[in-house]
């Protein structure tokens, strides 16, 4: 779908001992795009997600990156749930991605005002203050300009909206949606078709471990289309 491909899977399959997760997926995220992968539980989008980033490998099949140059890949994923240090400071969550990635000394000190920048004031004002104090979307901002740390080409995001307050899913879906058009390839997991339809240029629907649909909002009755492949015949 438009452009040329950052990351692809061919024929990928994944099965947790007797359970198979995914099936047959052939799939190609375009370099700048922002893609979203919609389903309902247990469709197979978090382990699609993580086939995508490189955390695990298929049971069957090809993943293959396309970096430009020579050095891999860079692709960060924001897991389900956020998984940050609820009893750590904003700081120090952000300083723990930083030393896992070799970043210390005065790098560290521009590093972390530079992404400090990119969070709302009033968490930039509170980094002192622990994690899990935060409402859940501020925890999603900070999980997000987190996995920023590692300077990603491609970000992978499962499930942002996952239990926060409607304006909350907007401040974070605007923030997504900023960092796309700065160039960062985006890959968005999502439960709620007609969110991934209004933010992503491409979006493909699982279920059951298959993709069932794939298009664009823009395409004419798809959104119909991919509403009736979410679902499914009962
Ligand atoms: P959710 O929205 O609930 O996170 P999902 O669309 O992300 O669902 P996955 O988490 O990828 O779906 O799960 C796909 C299938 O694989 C489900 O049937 C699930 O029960 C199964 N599964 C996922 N992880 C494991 C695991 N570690 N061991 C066994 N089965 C698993």
Redesign the pocket.
Known sequence: VGGEPVLTLAGVG????G????RDIDLSIPRGSIVGIV????????????LLHGSMTPSSGERATHPVGDEPLRISLVP?GRALFKTLSVRENLEVSAYAMGIGGRKLATTLDEMAQRLPERVRTRMHISAGALSGGEQQLVAITRALMADPQVLIL??PA?GLSPAMVQEVYRQITALAEQGITTIL?D?SLPRALQTCSTVVV?R??EVVATGSAVDEGFAARAEEAYFGEV
């Open positions: 994944h099965h947790y001992g359970v198979q997760a995914l389903g309902a539980n247990g469709a197979g989008k978090s382990t699609l997600g993580r389900e499962d499930e996952l997991l439960q699982l059951q471990g």
